[in-house]
């Protein structure tokens, strides 16, 4: 069985064919469309798979919002360009003419890396730090995606009742603060208007202000590890995501939560899977769904 897996996040699409071995073949990326209108997405969609679709048997999508019953609705719409809903996969089911499913990107990454190598607990939590910041959580070796889809939303728990406004309408969310978008938003001077891979590469560089900008996101990550660890007592936390994954982040994240009390520490490790976790927890989780 050959799973075309789709993984939709608020600044890359990517697509690959996955085999029952888990072998990864013809991936591809192209952006995400910054669009209100669902045609747009459609339409991406569509120039992604296309090529590859030939030898899939079914679709299994990963992607960024809340995936209630098939259909992408976001928390933080300003991370899809405004688009509030989208009918993941009946769009997809249509340009294939495969069956398919979808699962939250986040939570689709921590079933991947619940079955990485080396994970040896039950109990698990998974954070991406990307345009957004997301969270899967295993407990007792199951994924949890709650009622509605919304189990595992990290990026919406509160860092600062003071900071900025998040695209879901809250005060202060984690998200406004450590994603990608929150720390572009943060940038000022000659940073202003920057992307966060910049922002980074200027950071590398010794840049005080890009490195203060990179400190506070991995600040705030921290903390909401310590609570994750409060909550459901991992004993391990996986990071992944391009700003969770890039050069000198999750070693900065480590050193704030070790300034924490040591009942707040946890396992810190980066995605064994990098950024095909989505991809690969999608087709594992469309495997089961078959069996
Ligand atoms: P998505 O959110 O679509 O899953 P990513 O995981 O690539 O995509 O996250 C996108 C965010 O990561 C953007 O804010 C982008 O600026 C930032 N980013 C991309 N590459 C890097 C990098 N090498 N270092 C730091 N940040 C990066
Ligand atoms: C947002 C939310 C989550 C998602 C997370 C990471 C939307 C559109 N998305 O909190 O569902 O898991 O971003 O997404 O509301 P990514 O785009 O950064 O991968
Ligand atoms: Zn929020």
């Known amino acids: 069985m050959t799973t075309l897996a789709i993984d939709i996040g608020g600044t890359k699409l990517a697509a690959a064919l996955i085999d029952d071995d888990l072998q990864i073949r ?9 669009s209100k209108t669902p045609d747009a997405l459609r339409a991406a969609l569509k120039a992604l798979v296309e090529p590859v679709m030939a030898s899939a048997h079914q679709v299994a999508i990963a ?18 360009g405004g688009l509030l809903h989208f009918p993941l996969v009946q769009t997809l089911a249509s340009i294939t003419g495969l069956p398919a499913m979808a699962v939250n990107d986040a939570q689709a990454a921590a079933w991947a890396e619940y079955h990485a190598p080396g994970i040896d607990t039950q109990d698990m939590v998974f954070i991406t730090v990307s345009t957004g910041v997301g969270g899967g959580v295993v407990l007792k070796g199951e994924l949890q995606t709650g009622e509605g889809g919304l189990a595992g939303h990290l990026g919406h728990t509160l860092a600062d009742p003071h900071g900025p406004v998040c695209g879901c309408g809250r005060r202060g ?4 603060i450590a994603s990608g978008r929150g720390i572009a938003a943060r940038a000022q001077g000659e940073l202003a208007g920057l992307d ?3 922002i980074f ?3 590398l ?18 903390r909401l590890i310590a609570d994750v660890k409060a909550v459901t007592d991992c004993q391990t936390v996986v990071v992944g995501g391009s700003v969770g994954l890039a050069e000198g982040y999750l070693s900065q994240v480590a050193e704030f939560l070790a300034q924490e009390p040591p009942v707040y520490h946890v396992n810190l490790r980066p995605a064994f899977y990098r950024n095909d976790a989505g991809l690969l927890g999608a087709a594992l989780l469309s495997q089961g769904a078959q069996q």
Do not use: F, Q, W, Y
């Open 205 to 222: 560089r010794g840049h005080p202000h890009a490195r203060e900008l990179v400190a506070h996101s991995a600040r705030t990550l921290a």
């Open 201 to 203: 590469t200027h950071a």
């Open 173 to 176: 969310c984690v998200e406004a």
């Open 26 to 34: 013809e991936r591809r990326e192209m952006p995400t469309p910054a």
């Open 196 to 198: 966060a891979k910049a």
């Open 63 to 80: 992607s960024t919002g809340i995936i209630r019953e098939g259909t992408l609705v976001s928390i933080n719409p300003h991370n899809l």
